[in-house]
């Protein structure tokens, strides 16, 4: 029998994270600029180390708590056993209380030397004690989304993040208007505050039957999750900590200013790309986990999702490198102009990022704790030695040539383990879309350096609008068009982007080639738009020559010369669209 597709459930929970995730970045220009107006550069970078020091805190004490009790949970919820949903659920709950303790008790033990390493001296040490409490508070909320999201109710899910970034932002703004610098930490505490509130407010509706459990199970529980915790903790552990010994990189080698750059273009960069990874992790992970031990399965279904977060995240990363400096006015002020050129360096990361998590994804179901940590080490090390050697070189900029460059490197390691673990292979429709994306993505960065900057925005532009449709009409060839809200679809047809007639076909199955070959094929712009993609490429490519070869010599000299060459450009645009036609 033919198995079902799973474009349709990848792109309804993709629509639900990504919209809460959508919520989000309107709440969060209107942080990130607030803080960035109240603060500028240096107070941006010390919220930026603080942050770190919390997250560092959280990856030790929480044990891996939040992923490990998604898959306990996903798995009880299985095995329909409401006794064994509930035994997991309260001691899920219990850990994660008795973990936040024990986190908030470690960070105030070590505030001293905490900031002293972070900052040089111990003038700081009371702000770190302070930031326990948002510690606590966090891990506490974690184990509260695990279980929202082991039950895979997606919806609260959502809502959740959306309103624990609303109240956060609505409580931390005037606090850090009041208090200023001074007002960082406790910001930082009462958004754990509310992020704590509102995930309380909706596990508690996750009605359970308990039961009388005995010491003895709480315990096989908690070993449970502690011990298959322990693996992602340490996975986690090696991504915070990386992150904190870059910003501490920076700030010796660069200055305290630059940390400031760099923290604002991390968060830029990671902003379009986090709803598309909150995706993965909100539905796909528990998703993979309930059918880890069938390899061909599992190595389709991971396919689909990095096939389809592809398409979400290209046109993404293409509009952010393009319009960088426009996002850095839009989130902060003018005194971030230093953060563009590091911005699109880690857009290149990003775009990996997306293309090799799925594949990890494989390693985490497979519970091979000993692959994963292995991987996480790894990149951590290839990330931590190119990160000193870059930003000794480069600069800030370093900073992010070293975030691509562990990338390039992660996702060959992880394919390498995950053909061996699983016998996974990229699908031929992975391949294509991953080489269209890399070579426009690689085409607009170059633009940025051999053109002028408003051919290399041109440049750009363009190829966010071709990169946007061809996703377009890749997701109406991959889903039933009757499941496209009417008015939406009115569009697509209106800008001839859908056809005009369509069978009404089940959502998780894609369309047959058989009902697409009247409509799309017919009008051939499914065809037409990879073909154009190509031409683009190369046409921007000559332009690069163009202006390269040129721009040593009298412009209006050579204006012949360059007339010849854009006749030529124009053929060679021509013929290559005919020949895909």
């Not at 600029?33 to 970078?45: E, I, R, T």
């Not at 695990?146 to 409580?171: E, H, N, P, W, Y």
């Not at 309380?200 to 996750?206: A, G, L, P, T």
Request: hydrophobic share 55%; charged share 10%.
């Amino acid at each position: 029998m033919t198995k079902k597709h799973t474009y349709g459930q990848i792109l309804k929970s993709s629509a639900l994270i990504g919209g809460s995730s959508m919520l989000n970045i309107i709440i969060g220009i209107i942080r990130t600029k607030a803080m960035a107006m109240l603060l500028g550069p240096s107070g941006v970078g010390l919220m930026g180390l603080y942050g770190s020091i919390t997250d560092l805190t959280i990856s030790v004490a929480g044990m891996g708590i939040n992923s490990s009790g998604v898959r306990q949970i996903a798995e009880a919820v299985g095995s329909d056993d409401t006794e064994r949903i509930a035994r997991t659920a309260a001691v899920l709950r219990r850990i994660s209380i008795l973990l936040g303790v024990l986190g908030a008790v470690f960070l105030i033990g070590f505030s001293g030397p905490l900031s002293k390493l972070t900052f040089g001296n111990d003038q700081h040490a009371t702000a770190v004690a302070l930031l326990s409490i948002a510690v606590f508070f966090n891990l506490v909320s974690a184990g509260q989304g695990a279980l929202i999201q082991g039950m895979r109710r997606i919806s609260d899910l959502a809502k959740m993040s959306v309103l624990g970034a609303l109240f956060g932002t609505l409580i931390s703004i005037p606090t850090v208007y009041f208090l200023r610098e001074e007002g960082v930490v406790i910001s930082l505490v009462l958004v754990a505050a509310m992020t704590l509130l509102t995930s309380w407010w909706y596990s508690r509706k996750i009605q359970t039957q308990m039961h009388t459990i005995s010491a003895s199970q709480v315990g096989q529980e908690a070993a449970a999750l502690l011990k298959l915790g322990f693996a992602f903790m340490v996975s986690g552990l090696l991504m915070t900590g990386a992150a904190y010994a870059v910003r501490l990189i920076v700030v010796r080698k660069v200055g305290f200013d630059a940390a400031g750059l760099y923290q604002s273009a991390w968060a830029l960069g990671g902003l379009y790309i986090g709803f598309i990874l909150q995706a993965m992790g909100a539905d796909f992970y528990p998703r993979l986990a309930a059918i880890a031990k069938d390899n061909p399965e599992c190595n389709r279904v991971v396919n689909e999702q990095a096939h389809v977060s592809m398409l979400l995240a290209g046109p993404g990363i293409i509009a952010t490198l393009t319009f960088a400096p426009l996002v850095i006015a839009l989130f902060y002020t003018p005194k971030f102009e230093g953060a563009v050129e590091i911005l699109r360096w880690l857009c290149l990361g990003m775009i990996l990022r997306v293309i090799s998590w799925p594949m990890g994804f494989i390693i985490v179901v497979k519970n091979v704790q000993n692959l994963l940590i292995f991987s996480e080490l790894a990149w951590t090390v290839v990330y931590l030695g190119l990160a000193w050697v870059c930003v000794s070189s480069f600069g800030l900029k370093g900073a992010g040539i070293a975030f691509f460059g562990s990338y390039v490197f992660h996702a060959f390691m992880i394919y390498a383990i995950v053909r061996r673990l699983s016998g996974f292979r990229c699908s031929t429709a992975n391949l294509q879309t991953s080489f269209l994306f890399l070579g426009l993505i690689a085409v607009v960065f170059c633009g940025f350096y051999a053109l002028p900057f408003l051919l290399a925005m041109g440049v750009g532009t363009l190829a966010v609008l071709l990169s946007g449709v061809y996703s377009i009409q890749v997701f109406l060839n991959l889903i039933s068009l009757d499941r496209i809200p009417r008015p939406v679809l009115k569009s697509l047809q209106w800008l001839r982007l859908a056809p005009s007639g369509y069978s009404g076909l089940n959502d998780l199955e894609p369309i047959s080639k058989t009902a697409i070959s009247d409509s799309v094929v017919k009008n051939k712009l499914f065809v037409d738009i990879k073909w154009s993609i190509l031409a683009f490429m190369v046409c921007a490519l000559f332009s690069m020559w163009i202006y390269g070869y040129d721009r040593g010599a009298d412009w209006s000299a050579g204006l012949d010369s360059i007339e010849s060459k854009l006749e030529m450009l124009l053929s060679i645009f021509h013929i290559t669209v005919n020949n895909g036609i």
